[in-house]
């Protein structure tokens, strides 16, 4: 088994290294090159062909190819299909925003969580991506665009907080000076809501941003539409919320996908009102994307607008959120999903 060598923390890399008799300014001369998105050891010209000769018989670099690229000709978002070493495909887009650019990557190839109106969710899990696999798809996006990301969402196919002790390397690595130096306020990471993850995570005082996928006012219509609220119901997330943002002093953002006629009614956004009272949050409102077999409809604008006004009334701040590269589904698990229907016809 030869070792993943992007997932390597520096001062793991300086011990291999010293294991194979080499200085340490070596180790950073190779993390290094390997944050900048080097394909292959042969790239890294100032380490000797030697050295380069025993890295490739003991380590390996992942890379994500891209297999398949769409480009919104509203917005310029772009949504990369990636493969990886085995075969397994995930989807990223790219975002650009006058602050900069924005990266939404996946953290698992599938997902176990089984949320009803997700196409990632319905496709199944197939396995955990490594923190070098998440790397690798900003690495691509930057080379390939000849751009630097400046901000990193958490956001695409997976539950993070079910691949915990990988993104968790994923977020130190990508902060470091010598590595993509893309800052923890930078960064968001979103969850279903596995509550004692919530807890282990606010314990770690990150300075990210926490999104919570809510998606309903109450448990009946929770546990229908996302099975993880069978387990967690909603006040012990919502209570796992507010420790999260007591003991970070950050803001929690709420994921609410606008259903038409499932969680869009003026009574819902009342009880979400209740229920979000006394957590600093603010709720983002998604009208949701249409995966085919779900049935779901996006609710009407006149509808998320009243939603909107009466969660203010609650002093909650709510917002419609800009939805980016709709010409080309960007919403994440489609472009995956009919990627495997093309091979298996
Ligand atoms: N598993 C994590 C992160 C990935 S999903 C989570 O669930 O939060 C990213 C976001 O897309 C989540 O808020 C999720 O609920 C939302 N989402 C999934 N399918 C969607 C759809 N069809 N329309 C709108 N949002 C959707
Ligand atoms: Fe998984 Fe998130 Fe999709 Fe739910 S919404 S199935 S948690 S990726």
Not at 81 to 87: A, I, K, N, R
Not at 285 to 314: A, C, Q, W
Request: with cysteine.
């Amino acid at each position: 088994m030869r070792t993943d060598i992007k997932s390597m923390y520096p001062e793991e890399l300086e011990q291999m290294l010293r294991d194979m008799g080499q200085p340490s300014y070596r180790a950073k001369q190779i993390f290094k090159w390997l944050h900048l998105g080097v394909n292959s050891f042969d790239e890294m010209t100032n380490i000797s062909k030697e050295l380069r000769g025993k890295l490739v018989e003991n380590c390996y670099i992942s890379n994500a190819t891209i297999e398949k690229k769409l480009i919104s000709s509203y917005d310029g978002t772009e949504k990369y299909l990636f493969s990886f070493e085995d075969g397994e495909t995930v989807e990223s887009v790219l975002m650009k925003y006058h602050h900069g650019y924005t990266s939404c990557i996946s953290t698992q190839v599938g997902c176990k969580m089984g949320c009803t109106f997700c196409a990632t969710g319905q496709g199944g899990f197939f396995r955990n991506l490594t923190a070098s696999e998440m790397l690798a798809q900003l690495q691509t996006e930057q080379k390939d665009n000849g751009i630097r990301i400046s901000n990193v969402v958490l956001m695409g196919m997976g539950e993070p907080l079910d691949n915990f002790d990988n993104v968790m390397r994923f977020l130190k690595l990508v902060s470091l000076d010598d590595g993509m130096n893309i800052g923890m306020r930078h960064i968001s990471l979103s969850t279903c809501g596995i509550v004692p993850r919530i807890y282990e995570l606010a314990d770690k005082k990150l300075q990210l941003t926490l999104s919570v996928s809510l998606h309903a006012p109450n448990d009946e219509i929770r546990s229908k539409t996302m099975p993880i609220n069978r387990k967690y119901g909603i006040e012990e997330l919502l209570k796992a919320c507010k420790y999260y943002s007591d003991s970070t002093n950050r803001r929690i953002s709420f994921e609410y996908a606008m259903i038409d006629g499932v969680n869009d009614g003026d009574d819902h956004a009342k009880e979400l009102g209740k229920r979000l009272k006394g957590i600093i949050a603010h709720v983002n409102l998604i009208p949701v994307n249409t995966v085919s077999g779900t049935g779901y409809r996006k609710s009407k604008k006149d509808r998320m607008n009243s939603f909107i006004k009466i969660l203010e009334g609650f002093g909650i701040t709510a917002t419609i959120r800009r939805t980016l590269g709709s010409d080309i589904n960007a919403s994440c698990g489609q472009l995956r999903k009919q990627s495997l229907q093309k091979t298996s016809v």
